[in-house]
Each structure stands twice: as structure tokens, then as C-alpha cells.
């Protein structure tokens, strides 16, 4: 197979991938209707929670909102991780994802340009609220917009290879709902995406321990410090060996021969 071949594929994926997320607007919307409840509602109830109540309300409603934003940046590509999964079973109970993979390009080629595809549509998604938060006068620094793209591109792989590595569990598309209900909304909460590390520890060492290794955390961080122009270096070998892990065993689980492919029956 020569270079024309793996590109004129990845193309092909990448294409199909972003003219479904630009024909199923409703996908798009409620993308973005749930980080904008979070951060324009549920942020008055929480900013007290975090002990900010001693700032006026306004500026301590901007403090809050500054804070979570990049965890809500995170909460995108988190669902749309879940979302590409749920595409990965569907296309695998109608029959195009038996047919993308019997094709002669490697197995982990084809499920990496599945995963690059998700992972554009959720940088699109990412930028759109970022937009809309600079519209309510949540700013970054313009420069943080540009370095927060590589992180936005390696957390959204390694939540995208979570997601494919789940899609490869579930046999039908009616148990999607469940299992990702239960992945989901722990790695959310139990995150440093709403509430400061420090402020989980003063309510229990144990959550404050699952929120330390939860790799959602690490990505969050990641982000949090790429927005305003800082390198966190352990939040970025965290989120680069959990993509690793998480991509080989997805790789793993869709191998016919050994994963999980193998006890379904195929792809």
C-alpha cells in the first residue's frame, strides 16, 4: 500500500465523519447546551461551595466561570468521545464498520482515523464555546486560544480511545446508554473539572485520591494550564500514557482474532 493509499482513506473516514456531525445539527447544539448550563447556571450555586461568596457576586461569578471553563472545554470531548463510540457500535450493527475493516489498511490505521475524525468535530466544538464564553466577558489570554490547541488535541485522543476501546464491549447498540452512564458521569464528578484538587482533599482523602489519578483530571489540567499559557508536565505524560494504553487496548479489542471482536462473531 503506497502513502496515497493511507491518505486518500484517512480523508475518506475523516470526511464521512464530519459531513454526518454537519448534517445532524441538533448533535452540534446539544454539545454546547450542556457546558453553557453548567457554566451560566449551576456556577452561581457552586462558586459558594468553593468559598469564593467573599468577592461581590459579579467578580466572584467570573472567578468561578474562569475556573471551569476549561473543565466544561473538557466535558465536550468527553461526550463527544462517548458520542464517536456510540457511532463506532451503530456503524457496526448496520455493516460499514465490517466493511472499513476488511479493508487491506491496517486494523489500527483505520480505528486511528475513526479516532482523528471524532477529535476535529470536538476541537470544532471546544472553539465554538470558547466563543461564546469570550462573548460574556470569560476571557483567556489570546495567546492561551493557540497553545490550548495541542492539548485540546491530545486529551480529545485520549478520551476519543477511551470511547473506542468501550465501543469494543458493547455488543448492542441498547446497552450504549448504560455503560456509558456509568463511565461518564463518575470520570466527570470525580474530577478536577468543577472543584479544585484542594477542595476535594478538605472533603475526603479518598475523592480527592480518585480525582488525582482520574485520567479525565489530568486532561482537564492539561488544558486549564495550555489556556493560560503554561505547560503542566505531569498532567501531559499522564494524558499522553493513558492515550497510549487506552488506543493499543482498543486496537486489542478490535482484533478479530484476539479482542473482543473475536467473542461477537466479527465486526
Not at 461581590?56 to 462517548?82: A, D
Not at 474530577?191 to 477542595?199: D, F, I, M, N, Q
Not at 486532561?219 to 494504553?245: C, M, S
Amino acid at each position: 500500500m503506497s502513502v496515497t493509499h493511507y491518505w486518500r482513506a484517512l480523508w475518506g473516514i475523516v470526511g464521512r465523519e464530519l459531513w454526518r456531525f454537519v448534517t445532524q445539527r441538533e448533535r452540534f447544539v446539544s454539545a454546547l447546551v450542556r457546558p453553557l448550563v453548567w457554566l451560566f447556571v449551576f456556577a452561581a450555586g457552586f462558586r459558594a461551595a468553593l468559598g469564593l461568596a467573599i468577592s461581590p457576586p459579579y467578580e466572584t461569578y467570573i472567578l468561578y466561570e474562569v475556573y471551569i471553563t476549561p473543565g466544561l472545554c473538557g466535558m465536550i470531548q468527553l461526550f463527544n468521545g462517548m458520542q464517536s463510540s456510540l457511532s463506532m457500535v451503530y456503524d457496526r450493527e448496520m455493516g460499514s464498520m465490517r466493511i472499513l475493516l476488511v479493508s487491506p489498511l491496517p486494523r489500527w490505521f483505520l480505528l486511528l482515523s475513526k479516532l482523528l475524525a471524532g477529535v476535529g468535530v470536538s476541537v470544532l466544538q471546544v472553539y465554538v464555546f470558547l466563543a461564546i464564553a469570550w462573548a460574556d466577558d470569560i476571557h483567556a489570554p489570546w495567546q492561551g486560544y493557540l497553545w490550548a490547541m495541542p492539548a485540546l488535541l491530545l486529551s480529545g485522543l485520549m478520551l476519543g480511545a477511551l470511547g473506542l476501546l468501550l465501543s469494543s464491549f458493547i455488543k448492542q447498540l441498547e446497552n450504549f446508554a448504560g455503560v456509558m452512564n456509568f463511565v461518564i458521569f463518575p470520570m466527570f464528578f470525580l474530577s478536577t473539572a468543577l472543584y479544585p484538587l484542594w477542595k476535594l482533599k478538605e472533603s475526603s482523602i479518598l475523592l480527592h485520591q480518585i480525582a488525582q489519578y482520574n485520567p479525565f483530571s489530568q486532561a482537564v489540567e492539561l488544558i486549564r494550564f495550555a489556556l493560560y499559557g503554561q505547560l503542566n508536565l505531569h498532567a501531559l505524560i499522564y494524558t499522553l500514557t493513558a492515550f497510549a494504553v487506552f488506543m493499543a487496548a482498543a486496537i486489542f479489542g478490535y482484533n478479530p482474532s484476539k479482542g473482543m471482536m473475536s467473542r461477537k462473531g466479527g465486526a
